[in-house]
Protein backbone atom coordinates (compact mmCIF):
# COMPACT_ATOMS: atom_id res chain seq x y z
CA UNK A 1 0.00 0.00 0.00
CA UNK A 2 1.12 3.51 -0.94
CA UNK A 3 1.44 6.35 1.98
CA UNK A 4 2.04 9.85 1.48
CA UNK A 5 3.13 12.30 3.87
CA UNK A 6 2.98 15.93 4.84
CA UNK A 7 5.32 16.61 7.66
CA UNK A 8 4.32 20.72 7.90
CA UNK A 9 0.78 21.50 9.18
CA UNK A 10 1.05 24.74 8.77
CA UNK A 11 3.56 27.39 6.86
CA UNK A 12 3.51 30.98 6.86
CA UNK A 13 4.36 33.25 4.38
CA UNK A 14 4.72 37.16 3.60
CA UNK A 15 3.35 38.79 0.13
CA UNK A 16 6.10 38.28 -2.88
CA UNK A 17 8.40 35.90 -0.82
CA UNK A 18 8.91 32.36 -1.41
CA UNK A 19 7.64 29.31 0.64
CA UNK A 20 8.26 25.40 -0.05
CA UNK A 21 6.01 22.27 1.54
CA UNK A 22 7.54 18.92 1.68
CA UNK A 23 6.30 15.96 0.76
CA UNK A 24 7.22 12.10 1.27
CA UNK A 25 5.78 9.18 -0.28
CA UNK A 26 6.09 5.37 0.09
CA UNK A 27 5.88 3.00 -2.66
CA UNK A 28 7.28 -0.29 -4.98
CA UNK A 29 6.06 0.93 -8.04
CA UNK A 30 8.19 2.53 -10.64
CA UNK A 31 5.42 4.25 -12.44
CA UNK A 32 2.77 6.32 -11.02
CA UNK A 33 1.98 10.25 -10.83
CA UNK A 34 2.08 13.08 -7.98
CA UNK A 35 0.12 15.88 -7.69
CA UNK A 36 -0.60 19.04 -5.74
CA UNK A 37 -4.18 20.16 -4.81
CA UNK A 38 -5.19 23.16 -3.68
CA UNK A 39 -8.07 24.05 -1.10
CA UNK A 40 -9.07 26.90 -0.68
CA UNK A 41 -11.86 27.67 1.99
CA UNK A 42 -14.60 27.68 -0.44
CA UNK A 43 -13.65 23.97 -0.08
CA UNK A 44 -13.41 23.03 -3.82
CA UNK A 45 -10.32 20.95 -4.55
CA UNK A 46 -7.84 22.63 -7.52
CA UNK A 47 -5.24 20.90 -9.33
CA UNK A 48 -2.06 23.08 -9.05
CA UNK A 49 0.73 20.73 -10.64
CA UNK A 50 0.98 17.13 -11.47
CA UNK A 51 4.23 15.50 -12.35
CA UNK A 52 4.70 11.82 -14.20
CA UNK A 53 7.56 9.34 -12.32
CA UNK A 54 8.94 8.62 -15.70
CA UNK A 55 10.09 12.07 -16.20
CA UNK A 56 13.25 13.79 -14.77
CA UNK A 57 12.06 16.84 -15.78
CA UNK A 58 10.53 19.02 -12.42
CA UNK A 59 7.04 20.25 -13.77
CA UNK A 60 6.28 24.16 -13.54
CA UNK A 61 2.96 25.78 -13.84
CA UNK A 62 3.43 29.73 -13.58
CA UNK A 63 4.80 30.59 -10.12
CA UNK A 64 4.43 26.57 -8.91
CA UNK A 65 7.09 24.26 -9.20
CA UNK A 66 8.13 20.87 -8.02
CA UNK A 67 11.28 19.65 -6.82
CA UNK A 68 10.79 15.47 -7.67
CA UNK A 69 13.32 13.14 -6.16
CA UNK A 70 12.22 9.65 -7.40
CA UNK A 71 15.21 8.10 -5.50
CA UNK A 72 14.11 9.99 -1.99
CA UNK A 73 10.34 9.59 -3.16
CA UNK A 74 10.33 13.48 -2.75
CA UNK A 75 8.16 15.67 -4.34
CA UNK A 76 8.16 18.68 -2.60
CA UNK A 77 6.07 22.16 -4.19
CA UNK A 78 7.33 25.45 -3.98
CA UNK A 79 5.51 28.68 -4.36
CA UNK A 80 6.80 31.92 -5.39
CA UNK A 81 6.22 35.69 -5.05
CA UNK A 82 3.15 34.06 -2.69
CA UNK A 83 -0.11 36.12 -2.97
CA UNK A 84 -2.87 36.66 -0.68
CA UNK A 85 -4.92 33.93 -2.86
CA UNK A 86 -2.70 31.37 -2.43
CA UNK A 87 -3.64 30.71 1.02
CA UNK A 88 -5.46 27.33 1.19
CA UNK A 89 -4.87 23.68 2.43
CA UNK A 90 -2.36 21.89 0.19
CA UNK A 91 -2.22 18.50 -0.35
CA UNK A 92 -0.15 16.04 -2.11
CA UNK A 93 -1.39 13.10 -3.92
CA UNK A 94 -0.26 9.87 -5.51
CA UNK A 95 -2.00 7.79 -8.66
CA UNK A 96 -0.64 4.56 -9.22
CA UNK A 97 -0.35 4.12 -12.97
CA UNK A 98 -2.82 0.99 -12.87
CA UNK A 99 -5.08 2.41 -10.30
CA UNK A 100 -8.19 2.87 -12.31
CA UNK A 101 -7.19 6.74 -11.13
CA UNK A 102 -7.29 6.35 -7.48
CA UNK A 103 -5.60 9.31 -5.70
CA UNK A 104 -4.51 8.98 -1.99
CA UNK A 105 -3.92 12.14 -0.69
CA UNK A 106 -1.63 13.26 2.43
CA UNK A 107 -2.75 14.94 5.56
CA UNK A 108 -2.33 18.47 3.85
CA UNK A 109 -0.49 21.56 5.08
CA UNK A 110 -2.12 25.10 5.74
CA UNK A 111 -0.60 27.90 3.75
CA UNK A 112 -1.06 31.26 5.01
CA UNK A 113 0.22 34.40 2.99
CA UNK A 114 0.18 37.03 5.20
CA UNK A 115 0.27 40.75 3.92
CA UNK B 1 -17.67 24.63 -18.83
CA UNK B 2 -19.93 23.95 -15.93
CA UNK B 3 -18.33 22.43 -12.83
CA UNK B 4 -19.37 19.62 -10.99
CA UNK B 5 -22.26 20.22 -9.00
CA UNK B 6 -22.98 18.66 -5.34
CA UNK B 7 -26.11 19.38 -3.03
CA UNK B 8 -26.49 20.27 -0.46
CA UNK B 9 -23.65 22.56 0.62
CA UNK B 10 -24.69 21.60 4.63
CA UNK B 11 -26.21 19.10 5.97
CA UNK B 12 -27.11 18.33 9.80
CA UNK B 13 -28.56 15.31 10.73
CA UNK B 14 -28.73 13.34 14.33
CA UNK B 15 -27.13 10.11 15.03
CA UNK B 16 -29.25 7.28 13.29
CA UNK B 17 -31.18 9.30 11.05
CA UNK B 18 -30.71 9.09 7.11
CA UNK B 19 -29.31 11.28 4.89
CA UNK B 20 -28.25 11.58 1.23
CA UNK B 21 -25.85 13.66 -1.11
CA UNK B 22 -26.21 14.16 -4.78
CA UNK B 23 -23.67 14.28 -7.59
CA UNK B 24 -23.99 15.63 -11.54
CA UNK B 25 -20.51 15.27 -12.98
CA UNK B 26 -19.00 17.71 -15.64
CA UNK B 27 -20.77 16.41 -19.17
CA UNK B 28 -18.82 13.92 -21.15
CA UNK B 29 -17.27 12.79 -17.91
CA UNK B 30 -16.86 9.14 -17.23
CA UNK B 31 -15.60 8.58 -14.36
CA UNK B 32 -17.23 9.99 -10.86
CA UNK B 33 -15.74 9.62 -7.56
CA UNK B 34 -16.88 10.33 -3.92
CA UNK B 35 -14.53 11.07 -1.16
CA UNK B 36 -14.90 11.27 2.73
CA UNK B 37 -12.67 14.21 3.99
CA UNK B 38 -13.06 14.16 8.01
CA UNK B 39 -11.41 17.72 9.56
CA UNK B 40 -7.93 17.50 9.22
CA UNK B 41 -7.11 14.96 6.78
CA UNK B 42 -7.08 14.45 3.31
CA UNK B 43 -9.75 13.00 1.42
CA UNK B 44 -10.19 9.07 1.30
CA UNK B 45 -11.70 7.47 -1.61
CA UNK B 46 -14.89 6.05 -1.01
CA UNK B 47 -16.20 4.22 -4.37
CA UNK B 48 -15.22 4.91 -8.03
CA UNK B 49 -17.87 4.80 -11.07
CA UNK B 50 -16.90 4.04 -14.75
CA UNK B 51 -20.10 5.09 -16.41
CA UNK B 52 -22.56 2.80 -13.92
CA UNK B 53 -20.69 0.40 -12.69
CA UNK B 54 -18.39 0.31 -9.75
CA UNK B 55 -14.97 0.09 -10.46
CA UNK B 56 -13.64 0.35 -6.39
CA UNK B 57 -15.81 0.44 -3.54
CA UNK B 58 -13.36 -1.32 -1.08
CA UNK B 59 -12.95 1.40 1.37
CA UNK B 60 -16.99 1.89 1.35
CA UNK B 61 -18.75 0.95 4.76
CA UNK B 62 -21.59 -0.92 3.01
CA UNK B 63 -23.28 -1.98 6.46
CA UNK B 64 -23.92 1.95 6.62
CA UNK B 65 -22.96 3.35 3.14
CA UNK B 66 -24.71 2.75 -0.85
CA UNK B 67 -23.97 4.76 -3.91
CA UNK B 68 -25.57 4.65 -7.34
CA UNK B 69 -24.76 6.45 -10.47
CA UNK B 70 -28.26 5.50 -12.28
CA UNK B 71 -27.93 6.11 -16.59
CA UNK B 72 -23.94 7.29 -15.74
CA UNK B 73 -24.26 10.22 -15.07
CA UNK B 74 -25.53 11.78 -11.59
CA UNK B 75 -25.15 9.93 -8.67
CA UNK B 76 -26.26 9.41 -5.51
CA UNK B 77 -24.40 8.91 -2.04
CA UNK B 78 -26.43 7.68 1.34
CA UNK B 79 -25.63 7.12 4.75
CA UNK B 80 -28.61 4.89 6.77
CA UNK B 81 -28.17 4.92 9.51
CA UNK B 82 -25.35 7.88 10.19
CA UNK B 83 -22.88 7.58 13.46
CA UNK B 84 -21.13 10.35 14.70
CA UNK B 85 -17.91 9.12 13.01
CA UNK B 86 -19.86 9.74 9.75
CA UNK B 87 -19.02 13.82 10.52
CA UNK B 88 -16.96 15.06 7.09
CA UNK B 89 -16.82 16.29 4.17
CA UNK B 90 -17.86 14.44 1.08
CA UNK B 91 -16.66 15.29 -1.96
CA UNK B 92 -17.88 14.02 -5.58
CA UNK B 93 -14.93 14.65 -8.06
CA UNK B 94 -14.91 13.21 -12.11
CA UNK B 95 -12.57 12.50 -14.83
CA UNK B 96 -12.75 12.33 -18.69
CA UNK B 97 -11.56 8.93 -18.46
CA UNK B 98 -10.31 6.30 -15.46
CA UNK B 99 -7.29 4.87 -15.24
CA UNK B 100 -5.45 7.74 -17.53
CA UNK B 101 -3.56 9.64 -15.16
CA UNK B 102 -3.19 12.42 -17.39
CA UNK B 103 -6.99 12.92 -17.25
CA UNK B 104 -7.20 15.46 -13.85
CA UNK B 105 -10.29 14.72 -11.53
CA UNK B 106 -12.27 17.83 -11.13
CA UNK B 107 -14.05 18.33 -8.15
CA UNK B 108 -16.90 19.84 -6.45
CA UNK B 109 -17.50 22.38 -3.93
CA UNK B 110 -18.36 18.96 -1.28
CA UNK B 111 -21.06 18.52 1.28
CA UNK B 112 -20.28 19.05 4.80
CA UNK B 113 -22.09 16.81 7.08
CA UNK B 114 -22.67 17.63 10.53
CA UNK B 115 -23.56 14.76 13.13
CA UNK B 116 -25.61 15.43 17.03
Known amino acids: AQTVTQSQPEMSVQEAETVTLSCTYD???????LFWYKQPPSRQMILVIR??????QNATENRFSVNFQKAAKSFSLKISDSQLGDTAMYFC????????????FGAGTQVVVTP | EAGVAQSPRYKIIEKRQSVAFWCNPI?????LYWYQQILGQGPKLLIQ????????DSQLPKDRFSAERLKGVDSTLKIQPAKLEDSAVYLC??????????????FGDGTRLSIL
Open chain 2, 93 to 106: ASSLNVGVGNQPQH
Open chain 1, 27 to 33: TSENNYY
Open chain 1, 51 to 56: QEAYKQ
Open chain 1, 93 to 104: AFMKVDSWGKLQ
Open chain 2, 27 to 31: SGHAT
Open chain 2, 49 to 56: FQNNGVVD
